[in-house]
């Protein structure tokens, strides 16, 4: 009869096995506990890896179905883009405060989400002078370069290669807005206001990917909205100098205007940008970004039915549209398969 196995000999099951220094299971090769166990742990690793980048395209996308209402109400609010961005923050850092209160951040850590915020609302004001110089559809779709710009910036700002396959979707997009380009000369003052908006948005992003990190959704929003409050207060006068603005500055907001601004800061900030942070947990900023590039067709659409924009557009216009969706669908393919 066979000796017994001693303690020391006895092989150990799949949960008291010891973790190597690479984070796998050291697992044994003997008996039926060994091979079978490790392809089970992996399997189930990719499946819940998918089960995130899943779940971060649901979020991601149902923050872009947001974003498509963000153009409109910059139509429909007929206040300065200067007083749009800043009550549309002050309603945001008031709502966020009856919900979150002021939790508690290092002082590196609020700085690092005001100046995130400072970029926002410089991003925002640059957008809506964008549609008020021009309309709209031009003010969204210059939007779509950001992906081309954070193909640019996230290398740089997080330190990793650049990627020849971003670079390459990017240029379909830069393509489809050349393309646009070809519109009445009317229009090219808020083309140029709407792609500088690109690149501090692109900016904002990538940034905001860092400063987030191991931090709420919630309160990145709050003090983002709140210090960037602050912030935007000093980059106005700034601002007024570059782009001077035939309304008037510094206007309280009533009637239909104040409806449309606790509207816009309700879901189109507060359950926009809580969608995006916790995408942008789950996948690269470049992708987050590039998918936004389909917020110009939510906004188009709607624009098409409310303010009838469609007659002032061409042919041009709608081609540029199409390169603009092929990069957006290359790329959530690319990410998909990456899991990223």
Known sequence: MPAKLGKKNRIKPLSEQKLSSNGKKRLSIFGHAGGNDYFCVRKTTIKNKMNETKRGFIQLHLSVLLAGFTGLFGKLITLNEVDIVWYRMLFTSLILLVFTGLPRVGWKKFAELTGCGALLGLHWMLFYGSIKASNVSIGVICFSLVGFFTALFEPLVLKRRFSWAELLFSLVTVAGVLCIFSLDARYRYGIAIGVVSSAVCALYAVCNKRASVDVRSRTV?????????????????????????????????????????????????????????????????????????????????????IFGEGRELNFSFYLGIALILLSVLLQSSRAWHKGA
């Not at 309304?247 to 809580?274: D, I, R």
């Open 221 to 305: 929003l709050m003090y983002q909205m709140s210090g960037g409050l602050v912030a935007v207060s000093a980059i106005i006068p700034v601002y007024l100098l570059c782009f001077p603005s035939n309304q008037p500055v510094m206007v309280v907001p009533e009637g239909s205007n104040l409806w449309f601004m606790l509207c816009h800061a309700l879901f189109c900030t507060v359950g926009m940008y809580l969608l995006q942070i916790q995408a942008l947990k789950r996948l690269s900023a470049f992708t987050v970004n590039l998918t936004y590039n389909l917020e110009p067709c939510y906004t188009i659409v709607l624009a098409f039915l």
